[in-house]
């Protein structure tokens, strides 16, 4: 069984930044690994995925904000998120894809594309 451990999360106030970590145990360097966000009563929501190829997609409401990263050597992938609005408060996941093979570019933040989450980690940005 994979288990990814998200940290990072917190309180903040408009305009700030926080990073979040997701140490995956195992190797994951040949998965497809990517953040997700949910609020109450809304649907879990991609905010940044890592292709294969080393490039990260996000989705537009973070880009230019948020930026994916991953230290292999740590099996840790991080987000770090600049400029947080309000809009941004939800729980924050990571997840992780069962195949090998990656999803198609467009399905990358697609959360039926990942197989393995984490337990999420909360964030809050006040105004």
């Known amino acids: 069984q994979v288990q990814l451990v998200e940290s990072g999360g917190g309180s903040v106030q408009a305009g700030g930044s926080l990073r979040l970590s997701c140490v995956a145990d195992?190797?994951?360097?040949?998965?497809?690994m990517a953040w997700f966000r949910q609020t109450p009563g809304k649907e879990r929501e991609g905010v940044a995925a890592?292709?294969?190829?080393?490039?990260?997609v996000y989705a537009n409401s973070v880009r230019g904000r948020f930026v994916l990263s991953k230290d292999n050597a740590k099996n840790t992938l991080y987000l770090q998120m600049n400029s947080l609005q309000p809009e941004d408060t939800a729980i924050y996941y990571c997840?992780?894809?069962?195949?090998?093979?990656?999803?198609?570019?467009?399905?990358?933040?697609?959360?039926?594309?990942?197989?393995?989450w984490g337990q999420g980690t909360q964030v809050t940005v006040s105004s």
């Open positions: 997840a992780r894809r069962g195949s090998w093979s990656p999803p198609l570019p467009i399905r990358l933040l697609d959360p039926d594309e990942y197989d393995y």
């Open positions: 195992g190797q994951y360097s040949h998965h497809c």
């Open positions: 890592l292709a294969m190829a080393g490039n990260a």
